[in-house]
């Protein structure tokens, strides 16, 4: 075993360091395969796939949607990106979604998809994301494929260890990888020891709706909290949290953050936090914070500032927290689906540490502490391990769960996935991934119920696997079967933006409650126009609000004339189709915000202010009908002062 630890950390440090230098020719050899994978990923066209994949974009803000096993891509759902492919952020309804108490940023770095969960189960009806860089956590509603809300966290900085679901929704988590001062404020960055602090914030989730609140936070020491799962079964209440920089250095932190030997994984009870919260026992913060929420009936998305925000100090709240002392700088923290093993990734150790939860509530009955940080107790390591893995491999991030008593752990630096037991801790298998895995997933694989046949690896290296494409290959993901002793690698498949997590559901928990349109007499969009007999253009002063519908063939009105240099321009399109699958697009010539894609059933509005005199054509921008091509129409602009009546026809009229 020891042998092929070397080589295939020979060969993976090989292969990502040196392959500028040689360059390959030919694709990478596929002889692990074996002859009959090909029909273990075959979905016969027309056919279905048995689970759905949601991946995070990582840089690009975005989530991407593919069907497993073909890996094919179903969908990108924008979330913190402006997207033109969808409109998002560009048309007037959704731009909302992006304010923050910065502004509008259209741009963010999104990590962690997160299914809600019923009794610990994926149950398919909303998956959550998180905004690292401007610190956000949005809702995506699963009927919709749509982002439905977005929730800003106040007082945090580098949103990382999120968007982590209890049991039952009852809260998704988001804390602080970066600590900051708390509010934020100005001060020296040499005072950051002991000044800094670190939220954890839990956001509640309402049942029926999936509305989100801020709940309160957990002002924590100013150490990094980097992931975070929440506990399930008998660990249910509580919720882990990794650190690292428990050093709490402020500069070079590749060695500043790597003294300690160990760091901690913070357990959280939040229970014991809302009995805190009942009692009073929080101070109410000034906090500055946006709530975007996206309404489906008005196809509107409005967003408010919220001013305050609930936090509880550890310090005054015994029994809130308490620090498991795990080595080294751990980077994932994942629950086993009995809830009793809490495994830490020491990312700098060779080792992986599983804690016991129930060896965790012995040594809190018994006060065996090993003094305290910033008045939080930590527990006696060695009288909490549950076990060892031990020489697994090098550079441990995230680990999953089958169902069948097996854990599967990524390794970074050796580039692969190890298989080991849950219990005697000994490893049963590896398989090599190309190259550098971060996180990996398996359908269901954080919940109660794993689905343990397949595993997605999510690689952060792709250099030799595809044809070449420029200095930058997409990202790869890699698909295992994993339902045998052995794990078979299957297939490989370009990912939109850095996968970092992903999510997996079985595809009948989803598909049967999928929207085919939005009924038009539900529509309650202010400007919407539910019948082509409404169709208008109205001026009040310099505003023309454009009333119009789109419907397989035409865009009514086709012909306006009366608009001036000037004027500022909402085209409101109302697309009249009650069909599942038949948007119209709308784009004018000129318009900075270009173009509208309008779902059935559904009002978008695009907004223009014309520069230049002319007569400009628009047009529907997606080949709907037999005719799309005949769905246009033209718009005169006159100078600012010419007095050219309002008028709007189609046809003869
Ligand atoms: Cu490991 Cu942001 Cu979850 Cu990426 S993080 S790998
Ligand atoms: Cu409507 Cu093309």
């Not at 494409?469 to 698909?479: D, I, M, R, V, Y």
Request: hydrophobic share 35%; net charge negative.
């Amino acid at each position: 075993m020891k042998k092929s630890i070397k080589t295939i950390l020979c060969l993976s440090i090989g292969i990502t360091m040196f392959t500028g230098c040689k360059q390959n020719t030919q694709a990478p050899s596929n002889s692990a395969l074996a002859s009959d994978v090909a029909s273990k990923v075959y979905v016969a066209p027309g056919e279905y796939d048995e689970f759905y994949a949601f991946v995070s974009g990582g840089f690009s803000g975005q989530m991407s949607v593919y069907g497993i096993p073909s890996g094919r891509l179903l969908k990108v759902i924008p979330v913190f990106s402006q997207d033109a492919e969808k409109g998002y952020g560009y048309n007037e309804e959704t731009k909302p979604m992006l304010n923050t108490s910065f502004g509008f940023i259209p741009w963010d770095d999104a990590h962690h998809p997160e299914l809600s969960q019923t009794a610990g189960e994926t149950d398919g009806r909303w998956v959550f994301i998180n905004g690292n860089n401007t610190p956000r956590i949005a809702r995506i509603d699963l009927t919709t494929f749509e982002t439905a809300e977005i929730i800003e966290i106040p007082n945090s900085g580098g949103n990382h260890s999120s968007p982590f679901t209890t049991e039952n929704t009852e809260y998704v988590v988001a804390g602080t990888r970066f600590a900051v001062p708390y509010p934020q404020k100005d001060m020296s960055i040499k005072e950051y020891k002991g000044n800094f602090k670190g939220a954890l914030t839990f956001i509640d989730v309402e049942e029926e709706t999936g509305h989100m609140e801020v709940a309160f936070q957990v002002l924590m020491p100013g150490f990094n909290y980097d992931l975070a799962h929440s506990g399930k079964g008998k660990s249910h209440g509580w919720t882990f949290f990794t650190t690292y920089n428990t050093e709490e250095s402020n500069t070079l932190m590749e060695v500043g953050a790597s003294q300690n030997d160990k760091d901690y994984i913070a357990a959280i009870n939040w229970k014991k936090a809302e009995e805190y919260i009942e009692q009073g026992k929080f101070k109410t913060i000034p906090a500055q914070y946006a709530h975007n929420v996206y309404d489906e009936k008005t196809h509107i998305a409005t967003s408010e500032m919220k001013k305050e925000v609930r936090v509880l100090d550890p310090a005054e709240c015994p029994g809130l927290v308490y620090f498991l002392p795990t080595p080294k700088s751990p980077h994932g923290v994942d629950v086993d689906p009995t809830g009793e093993y809490i495994v830490g990734n020491g990312k700098l150790s060779a080792d992986l540490t599983v804690h016991s939860f129930s060896k965790v509530l012995a040594a809190i009955e018994n006060n065996s502490f090993d003094g305290e940080a910033y008045g939080i107790p930590i527990l006696k390591m060695d009288e909490i391990v549950a076990g060892v893995v031990e020489q697994a491999g090098l550079g441990p991030l995230h680990t999953e769960f089958d169902g069948k008593g097996n854990a599967y752990t990524t390794f970074f630096i050796s580039s692969e996935v190890v298989k080991w037991n849950v219990g005697s801790w000994e490893v049963a298998d590896r398989a090599p991934t190309y190259y550098s895995v971060g996180h990996l997933m398996i359908p269901g694989g954080d919940s109660k119920k794993p689905e343990g046949k397949y595993l997605v690896a999510l690689n952060k290296i792709t250099k030799d696997r595809y044809l070449p494409t420029g200095p930058e290959l997409n990202h790869s993901a890699q698909l295992y079967d994993i339902s045998g002793d052995k794990m078979e690698l299957l297939l490989d498949f370009p990912t939109i933006g850095e996968p970092h997590y992903a999510q997996g559901i079985s595809a009948s928990k989803v598909m049967n409650k999928s929207k085919k349109y939005y009924p038009i007499n539900e529509n309650a969009h202010p400007h919407a126009t539910k019948s082509e007999s409404d169709v208008k253009v109205v001026r009040e002063g310099n505003v023309v609000r454009i009333y119009m519908t789109a419907i397989r063939s035409h865009l009514n009105p086709d012909n306006i004339e009366g608009i001036k240099v000037g004027d500022k321009v909402y085209v409101h399109l109302t697309n009249l189709e009650q069909d599942w699958d038949v948007p119209h697009g709308f784009s004018i010539m000129g318009a900075q915000n270009a173009e509208l894609l309008v779902m059935p059933g559904q009002t978008e509005t695009l907004y223009w202010e014309p520069k230049q005199e002319g007569v400009y054509p628009f047009y529907c921008t997606d080949f709907c009908s037999a005719l799309h091509q005949e769905m246009q129409g033209y718009i005169r602009v006159s100078p600012a002062n010419a007095n050219v009546p309002l008028k709007w026809s189609m046809g003869d009229d």
